[in-house]
Structures are given as C-alpha cells and as structure tokens.
Nanobody, 124 residues
Framework: QVQLVESGGGLVQTGGSLRLSCALSGRTLIRYPMGWFRQVPGKEREFVAGITWSGGVTDYGDSVKGRFTISRDNAKRTMYLQMSSMEPEDTAVYYC?????????????????WGQGTQVTVSS
C-alpha cells in the first residue's frame, strides 16, 4: 500500500523556521511532481509549493514565495518544505500530495495521493 506520511509540524514563533518532511512508503516509486498544500477550517485547500520529479522545476504560491523552499530526495523517497520567516497567517494543516500528471498543478484535483496532514501553528 502506497502512502505519504508528513512529519515536522509543530508550534513556532513569528519569524521562526520549520521543516516539514513527506515520506513515501510502499513499493511504488512516484515519478510525478509532488506538492504541498495547506488548509485552515472553513477555507479551501491552498497550493503552497510544487516540484517536478527531477527537482529541476519548482513553483510556489504567492503568499510563501521567497520564504518557503521545496525540495525532494528521490533516493530517500522524501520531499521537504523548508519554511522561514513564518507568519501567523501560515498557521494551517499542511498536506503533501503526489500529482497524477507530468506537470506541477496548483489545483488540489491535480493530485491523487495525499498524506494525512500535519499541524503547523505560528504564534504571534
């Protein structure tokens, strides 16, 4: 059974940093783009960042551009999200996802495999 498992969430102060990890378990090797989304209660899931299989192309949501960095280590079957200069508005449940197409999508329906989510809270 293929699964994505996020880790690294927690509580951080405004201006602080946090790194999320997304590990792929199971025999399938996902040769597609992967991404990070976040969601707060009552709002739609928001695109945070995406990365191609090779890692050569990345894309970021406007609200995190310049502060967050996405990366992946295919040998370790793990994707990362380095978050810096964090703001209270970054508070959300963060999800990692694997795409069902060959290009990075900013839409959640462009992904067909999701992790369970990890809570990130930024205190003011």
């Amino acid at each position: 059974q293929v699964q994505l498992v996020e880790s690294g969430g927690g509580l951080v102060q405004t201006g602080g940093s946090l790194r999320l990890s997304c590990a792929l378990s199971g025999r399938t090797l996902i040769r597609y783009p992967m991404g990070w989304f976040r969601q707060v209660p009552g709002k739609e899931r928001e695109f945070v960042a995406g990365i191609t299989w090779s890692g050569g192309v990345t894309d970021y949501g406007d609200s995190v551009k310049g502060r967050f960095t996405i990366s992946r280590d295919n040998a370790k079957r793990t994707m990362y999200l380095q978050m810096s200069s964090m703001e209270p508005e970054d508070t959300a449940v963060y999800y990692c996802a694997a795409s069902s197409s060959y290009s990075i999508s900013r839409l959640s329906n462009g992904y067909n495999l999701w992790g369970q989510g990890t809570q990130v809270t930024v205190s003011s």
